[in-house]
């Protein structure tokens, strides 16, 4: 049984490139999370998705950051016209449907460096 | 609402010491609590975790006790590692369904140094 699958492992990109993060859960699993993990800081949340749905996106910039979990294939994180400041180690995670017992499983983190 | 307060690192400690990382919590109902580890490089993994009052998680030499007097998740180890070396961030989760940014609150981590 996989674990939560993220690629590519590194990214690098020219500023005002597009940058696409893919995660594939756990087998099981319905919800996915996505944070982001600046140098020497804690995680941030950016938002949490289930099928087809965002259903909170609380944590993500306004501007330039979406995400989605379609129906078929991986979540995706897409960052539009790349700055500096969005490189980071992005993680997701996964869970199942129910439970606080339950906690995350996480990848192992996209590493984006904006050159 | 939710939130996770952890003691502010670097901690940095010899091979063979004790090991405390405090961590307290606020939570409006009963949460369960979690302990992850985060080696250089790497993603976030679960350490252990604990669903009740007075549950005390274990692994790897790790515990912490749940207690709800205090709101307290506090983990210990015995004598730890250069290998331990990490970051080690505190957790609570609440919501039933899992939902959004209260479903898994963090606190913000402590970087844990061990030298020879």
């Known amino acids: 049984n996989a674990g939560v699958m993220q690629n590519p492992r590194h990214l690098v990109r020219r500023r005002g490139q597009e940058a696409r993060l893919r995660c594939s859960p756990m087998k099981g699993h319905s919800h996915v999370y996505w944070y982001r993990q600046l140098p020497e800081e804690g995680l941030k949340f950016m938002v949490y998705?289930?099928?087809?749905?965002?259903?909170?996106e609380s944590g993500m910039p306004k501007e330039r950051f979406s995400a989605e979990f379609p129906k078929e294939g991986p979540s995706i994180l897409r960052i539009q016209q790349v700055v500096r400041g969005d490189s980071a180690a992005y993680f997701c995670a996964s869970s199942p449907p129910v439970g606080r017992t339950y906690g995350y499983t996480f990848g192992s983190g996209t590493r984006l460096t904006v050159v | 609402g939710n939130s996770v307060t952890q003691m502010e690192g670097p901690v940095t400690l010899s091979e063979e010491a004790f090991l405390t990382i405090n961590c307290t919590y606020t939570a409006t109902g009963y949460p369960s609590l979690f302990w992850y580890v985060q080696y250089p490089g790497e993603g976030l993994q679960l350490l252990l975790k604990a669903t009740k009052a007075d549950d005390k998680g274990s692994n790897k030499g790790f515990e912490a006790t749940y207690r709800k007097e205090t709101t307290s998740f506090h983990l210990e180890k015995g004598s730890v590692q250069v290998s331990d070396s990490a970051v080690y961030f505190c957790a609570l989760r609440e919501a039933a369904s899992g939902g959004g940014a209260d479903g898994l609150t963090f606190g913000k981590g402590t970087h844990l140094i061990i030298q020879p």
């Open positions: 998705l289930q099928k087809e749905n965002i259903i909170d």
